[in-house]
């Protein structure tokens, strides 16, 4: 089995980078593409950079290139849901792109037109193991629900209130809808696992900068007791 691992921040990768025996490197759509063993795994490590487009097509060059079986998103996000604070874990099992808006042709927000799904579900063998990976850890708390995809940074309560209520979100992020979509569209299993690094509300910025090492941290620590079980 070959996973792909992406992360959109240099941040969110470095960990692994820095655990993984690379035996081949691809440069492709300016990014590098990091091709070995990980903690025992034969994985592919890449930073996609930030947002959906740049996500998409490091998801869909891992589909091609690298022919891999799994697809693994982590890294940080903004909490959503009333009980999601900094450090905590959600563990994705679907996804919406909140940014879509098609409400004028009569579909609901977040309906991607002609598309066979509403939302994108994750793969639920992948989900457990997540699961299990976090029980594994003390030190954060975790959740297990809808994670929501813009190109946005939110730090506006009232839009997470609306995230909240219109899609019942947990977090919200800029890459893994679009992760999963194409995921669905390759028949591929994936999931999303996100740790919260701010509440995506006024003072997201600053909470962002403050709890982002330790949302990382989490993210990581869950994505090796997860990788130890497959």
Same mark, same amino acid.
């Not at 081949?24 to 063993?37: P, W």
């Given at each position: 089995?070959?996973?792909?691992? *992406? ?24 990014? &590098? ?48 849901? &009333? ?16 940014? *879509? ?19 994108? &579900? ?35 309560? &009232? ?72």
């Amino acid at each position: 089995m070959k996973i792909g691992i *992406i992360g959109a921040m240099d941040e969110e990768v470095a960990p692994l980078l820095e655990e993984l025996k690379v035996k081949k490197k691809l440069v492709k759509a300016q990014m &590098e593409f990091n091709e070995g063993t990980l903690w025992e795994k034969d994985v592919v490590v890449v930073r996609s950079g930030i947002g959906k487009v740049n996500a998409a097509v490091c998801a869909q060059i891992l589909v091609d290139d690298f022919q891999v079986d799994v697809l693994i998103n982590v890294g940080v996000a903004g909490g959503v849901g &009333e009980e999601v604070y900094p450090g905590d874990v959600v563990i994705g099992d679907s996804l919406i792109q909140h940014d *879509i808006d098609a409400s004028a042709f009569g579909e609901k927000l977040g309906q991607i037109p002609r598309m066979d799904v509403f939302d994108f &579900e994750c793969d639920k063998t992948l989900v457990e193991k997540a699961k299990d990976a976090c029980n594994k850890m003390n030190e954060c708390k975790s959740f297990v629900g809808r994670i929501v995809t813009g190109d946005q940074f939110i730090a506006d309560p &009232e839009k997470i209130r609306w995230l909240n209520k219109e899609f019942s979100a947990l977090t919200c992020e800029m890459e893994g809808g679009s992760i999963a979509q194409v995921c669905h569209l390759n028949n591929i299993p994936f999931v999303v696992i996100r740790s919260a690094s701010d509440n995506a509300n006024n003072g997201a910025h600053i909470e962002y900068e403050k709890f982002k090492p330790i949302a990382v941290k989490n993210s990581v620590n869950i994505l090796k007791n997860m990788l130890e079980t497959m």
